[in-house]
Each structure stands twice: as C-alpha cells, then as structure tokens.
C-alpha cells in the first residue's frame, strides 16, 4: 500500500546530540512536511518543501535543518536537541499546486516520539 | 496569525450518545479538514469541506461548512468506544505559492464509554 513511513517510531537522544529522523513515501507527491506536536497542543508546522523547493516557517528554530534528496525522502535533523524539543514529529505529503493541494488532505505518517533527555 | 478554536477540548459520553464537536475561527479558509488521531499514531483524514454550507456525510459522522467559511462543526450519531480519539480540525489558505501548510486546532479528546 502507498503510505508515509517515518523512521524510528520511537527515539530518546541526549541533550546537545544531533539527531535525524527519516520520512519516505511512495505516494509520488510533490510536498512534503514535517509538523511538531507537543502534547495535548495542535500539530505546528515547521517546514515543508514543494519538489525542491525549501519553505520554512517564520518561528521555526534555527536548530530545526531539513534536507530532501529525492522525492521519496524527506529528513529533519535537530542540530542540537533542548528539552523543549521533546514531542511528536509528523510528516505529512500532499499533491497537486496551489489552493487545490490544500483541499486535497494530508496523508500524515505515524510520527517519531522523540525524547530528549 | 490565524486561530482555529475547537471545544469542547475533552468529551466523555456513554455509548449511543450523540454529539457534536465544533471548530470556530474569525478567519476565512478555502477548505477545512478534518481527522481522527490515536494515540501514538498520525492524524488520519476523514473529510475535507471547501464550499460554504457544505454537509458531508461518513456514516454515522456529519461534517458541515459555515455559510461564511470560518467555522465548522462534527456530529457524531449513536456514538461508539471505536470513535474514541483526538479529533482535530485544520483550515487550509488560499496561497500564492508560499507556505500553505494547514492550521491546526488543538482537537477534541473524545472517549466513548461502553
């Protein structure tokens, strides 16, 4: 089945040591995003890319870096993780250009639980 | 900043209840969608409504549009423990080739009780 698989479901990092989590689809869509989601609050945006093109948004901290080799992948490295950081990545795609890419839904995928300890 | 606020932020109801979950915003958006969030798992999309005063129907769920596009409300008929969840609305901008990622509400933690 197409589907959006994030890797690891679950990581516990030090605080100050970087860390990547992974996202690939095979749905073939041309955006990609990565949302935090502290607990109990709404998924916040944090970047997306549309191809290959970067967006990122305007409170998304410099320690957030997000890299896409291909349209399959799509990565976000925490530079050097705070406390603060700790929450529940989300990794959603989309398809389609403009206002129609936004009706069409997300397809989000389990998220990575990330601590920082 | 555009806000989108849900309520209520937590239900408990027994099986067979009805309710509704509702979704309010002073902003205008082109859709509004909804989804259903388990825990430890991602929002999952159950329905995107784009023109004013649009109801769509999912089986024992019912989704509508504000007239004017800024609110919409859930209504959940003869409620089920499988509708228990987080519930989460989320507006979507018209763009023009910016960010357009969605805004999303904090959700509806809802808990059906057998």
């Known amino acids: 089945d197409a589907m959006v698989i994030q890797n690891p479901r679950y990581q516990v990092t030090q605080f100050g040591k970087p860390v990547t989590l992974s996202c690939s689809q095979t749905?073939?869509?041309?955006?990609m995003y990565w949302y935090q989601q502290k607990s109990s609050q709404a998924p916040k945006l944090l970047f997306h890319y549309y191809d290959k093109d970067f967006n990122n948004e305007a409170d998304t901290p410099d320690n957030f870096q997000s890299r896409r080799p291909n349209t399959s992948f799509c990565f976000l490295d925490i530079r050097s993780p705070g406390l603060g950081d700790t929450a529940m990545y989300l990794c959603a795609t989309s398809s389609g250009s403009g206002l129609m890419r936004a009706n069409y839904g997300y397809t989000f995928g389990s998220g990575t639980r990330l601590t920082v300890v | 900043t555009q806000l989108l606020e849900q309520s209520p932020q937590f239900l408990s109801i027994q099986e067979g209840e009805n309710l509704t979950v509702y979704c309010n915003s002073s902003s205008v958006f082109s859709s509004l969608q909804w989804y259903r969030q388990e825990p430890g798992e991602g929002p999952v999309l159950l329905v995107t409504v784009v023109t004013g005063g649009e109801v769509k129907k999912l089986k024992r769920l019912t989704f509508q549009f504000g007239d004017a596009r800024k609110d919409s409300s859930l209504h959940i008929t003869a409620a089920q423990p499988g509708d228990t969840g987080l519930y989460l609305c989320a507006g979507a901008t018209r763009s023009g080739g910016g960010a357009d990622g969605l805004t999303f509400g904090k959700g509806t933690h809802l808990i059906i009780q057998p």
């Open positions: 749905l073939n869509h041309n955006v």
